[in-house]
């Protein structure tokens, strides 16, 4: 049997008080609480809070399948044990599921209330089956026949039909009957599976359609129709209802020898997992509420009635289908740095100084542009890449693909456990070691989640490299939606370092000493401790101190208990947590000194910033890594440096300042863990996004 992987946690210390902290899942809902405030921003556009409004419904998609999957898991196999907050999994569940009821309902209701009149009063209508008039019933019911009977496949319920296996998140029908059928069958129910092919929202065609944008339900087209799939029996309802499951893939690290194999085994099975929530439609009856709750064996706390489609997600399309920009942000044209406007070569700009982008603000191009130039430079000896996530539809990929093609080292790093992203990643990956690129697929039991870019070149008789570090995906669509810092570089000391991380993830070896960059497993969490504390040692001194750091989220107890320490000398801190924060700020003789906010705006931030004063000497970083436990001890991560004065100074007046000051999308926490949107008064609003549109994009 395989040893199992080392892991680089610390000893845990005595950790303060559970008091002290704030628990991970209520944190999630909490985010998505702020989410949805921006559905419910009346200034918002209104397609725009359509569109938030189906974000919080695929955050909690991902919530349900991931995290509390994984409480359930562990009340199903009894454990106990507390997080630092001291809520054991039975008492986190409890307080999740009351939480995420009381969010599910304020999500229907602003639906209901709000967004479909509001959208109705702008010609955007969706029409249930009380408002169709005779053209639209013809049409609905031709729309049946033609598209949706063939495809249908009713199953009744008796001992020759057990109950189907339903697919993940997909669209269901419970259908209540009464009579005997053709086989003298005495069936009480059916299931009726709405088939993946088919749209869930449908445009009604001109000449039919009462304005320019009529919708139907596919739900509602069904449940007008459904009789005809069960001939000569009464109908006595038909209600939607949708199942989700635990869909964290499980491998077995001490037993497999192929990680590529064994995901390939387990992603169909990703869709049937155990049931962590049921939703149907409220006017479900009580008896057949019960009937899908015994069989997806689940609790009366875990069925949510709504008001309306099971899906909301969907309702993602809408703004694609509507040909109304009025109702959505204004567009723009992502800037370009001055240097690489006026440049026609990449790497003779980068020999020149490093470069900086900060999109979505700035192109991604460039970075596109970086590999395809090193694909087709005759100079360029090799290639080497980290794949985290990139999308089925991916430039880079594919002209990684072609550099090996013709020639060129290439060397990829595929992550195949990024979630979700798996199957993706698997296509890639045969699609390169088809044309001979190196294809590895990192470290059994560390993800590979270090964005990075390795060009070798030859240039007068030697080889030079060419670095790309950034903080977000090689993905061109969420290069669009994030915020997230690139740096395109040929600094000799981090492109060693890099260089010496490939040697670590493609080769075996004992671990080196890196010369500027923080490397997680084995050195971040510890020179994380070491900023955090020297700042304290500065306090105590009497001299200026100071921590602004920014992050997608913020969990790891040591890191917490040692900001509270650099409070409690008199260290400013300030943290721009997006998301989870486990930290308390405001207690008293505790964390005085630190405040916590969340910026949430028209682009998901997504940038990690750690700025230390260091005296007079000022230290900033860009990281791929947020402060967990997963990103220190379980992943491959980088955190690098920024060695250009100019450049330092720019990304904390972007990436730092700008959000310390905002007074419109800002919201900050309270020591109860609750957040306030920041009220602005008479000040001047201030939009840290807003200004970073006007400042570096082209309207």
Not at 25 to 37: C, I, M, T
Not at 138 to 146: A, C, I, L
Not at 331 to 353: C, H, M, V, Y
Request: proline content about 5%; glycine content about 6%.
């Amino acid at each position: 049997m395989a040893k199992k992987p080392p892991r680089f946690e610390p000893k845990r210390v005595a950790r303060l008080s559970p008091e002290h902290f704030l628990n991970r899942e209520l944190q999630a809902l909490e985010f998505n609480r702020r989410v949805l405030a921006q559905a419910e921003d009346k200034s918002m556009p209104l397609l725009e809070r359509l569109k938030f409004l189906a974000i919080v419904s695929s955050n909690l998609d991902e919530f349900f399948e991931i995290r509390l999957s994984g409480v359930r898991e562990q009340i199903k196999l009894g454990s106990s044990t507390a997080e630092p907050d001291g809520l054991s999994p039975s008492e986190v569940y409890a307080r999740v599921t009351v939480s995420a009821h009381a969010l599910v309902d304020r999500k229907y209701a602003l639906l209901n209330n709000e967004i479909f009149p509001a959208l109705a009063k702008e010609g955007i209508r969706f029409l249930r089956r009380a408002q169709w008039n005779n053209a639209q019933q013809e049409w609905v019911k031709d729309y049946f026949f033609r598209e949706m009977m063939p495809l249908l496949t009713p199953i009744g319920l008796d001992p020759a039909h057990p109950f189907p296996r339903v697919f993940n998140k997909s669209l269901n029908f419970a259908v209540e009957l009464e009579g005997r059928d053709a086989f003298g069958r005495d069936s009480r129910a059916a299931i009726v599976q709405a088939p993946r092919a088919l749209p869930r929202v449908i445009r009604i065609p001109k000449g039919v359609a009462q304005g320019d944008n009529d919708f139907v339900f596919l739900t509602s087209i069904l449940h007008k129709h459904v009789g005809e799939l069960f001939a000569g029996m009464n109908v006595l309802g038909c209600y939607q209802f949708r199942v989700t499951r635990n869909s964290d893939l499980f491998v077995e690290e001490e037993e497999m020898k192929d990680l590529r194999k064994a995901l390939q085994g387990e992603l169909p099975q990703r869709h049937f997992g155990d049931a962590v929530r049921l939703e149907v439609a409220d006017n479900m009856s009580e008896s057949m509420t019960k009937f899908l709750q015994e069989q997806f064996g689940l609790d009366e706390t875990d069925v949510y009635k709504v008001n309306g489609p099971v899906n909301l997600v969907r309702l993602m399309s809408v703004p694609d289908e509507v040909n109304r920009p009025d109702l959505l942000f204004q567009p723009f044209t992502a800037g370009l740095p001055k240097a690489l406007a006026k440049s026609s070569d990449l790497f003779e700009t980068i020999r020149k100084g490093d470069v900086l982008l900060h999109r979505p603000f700035e192109s991604f191009a460039p970075v596109i542009e970086f590999i395809r130039e090193a694909a087709r430079d005759p100079q360029v000896i090799a290639i080497k890449q980290t794949v985290y996530r990139t999308g089925t539809d991916s430039i880079i990929m594919q002209t990684l693909i072609d550099a090996a093609r013709a020639g060129k080292e290439v060397t990829v790093v595929v992550e195949l456990m990024a979630r979700f992203d798996e199957e993706a990643n698997i296509n890639w990956a045969a699609k390169l070691e088809e044309v001979g690129a190196h294809v590895v697929y990192g470290v059994v039991g560390h993800k590979t989640h270090a964005k990075m870019s390795l060009v070798v070149r030859r240039e007068e008789g030697r080889l030079v490299r060419y670095v790309h570090l950034g903080t977000g995906n090689y993905h061109p669509r969420t290069a669009k939606l994030y915020t997230d810092f690139d740096l395109l570089t040929c600094n000799e000391a981090i492109g060693s370092d890099v260089n010496e991380v490939f040697k670590q993830l493609t080769g075996l070896g004992k671990s080196t000493k890196l010369n500027h960059v923080w490397q997680a497993p084995f050195t971040m969490h510890q020179r994380v401790l070491d900023a955090i504390e020297n700042e304290t040692k500065h306090a105590k001194a009497g001299k200026p101190a100071r921590i602004i750091a920014k992050m997608n989220a913020l969990l790891e107890p040591l890191v917490i208990e040692a900001l509270y320490k650099a409070s409690q000398a008199g260290v400013k801190v300030d943290l721009i947590v997006r998301g989870v924060c486990a930290l308390r700020p405001g207690i008293p003789k505790v964390s005085e000194n630190i405040r916590v906010r969340s910026v949430i705006g028209r682009f998901l931030e997504h940038t990690r910033i750690f700025h230390f004063r260091n005296g007079s000497e000022p230290h900033v970083y860009l990281s791929s890594a947020d402060w967990m436990d997963r990103n220190f001890f379980r992943r491959i991560e980088l955190c690098f440096p920024l060695t250009d004065k100019k450049l330092r100074s720019r990304v904390v007046a972007e990436g730092l300042k700008s959000y310390l000051e905002d007074n419109t999308h800002a919201w900050e926490m309270q020591s109860d863990g609750t957040y306030t949107r920041k009220k602005r008064g008479k000040v001047k609003a201030r939009s840290a996004q807003d200004e970073l549109l006007a400042k570096l994009t082209k309207r």
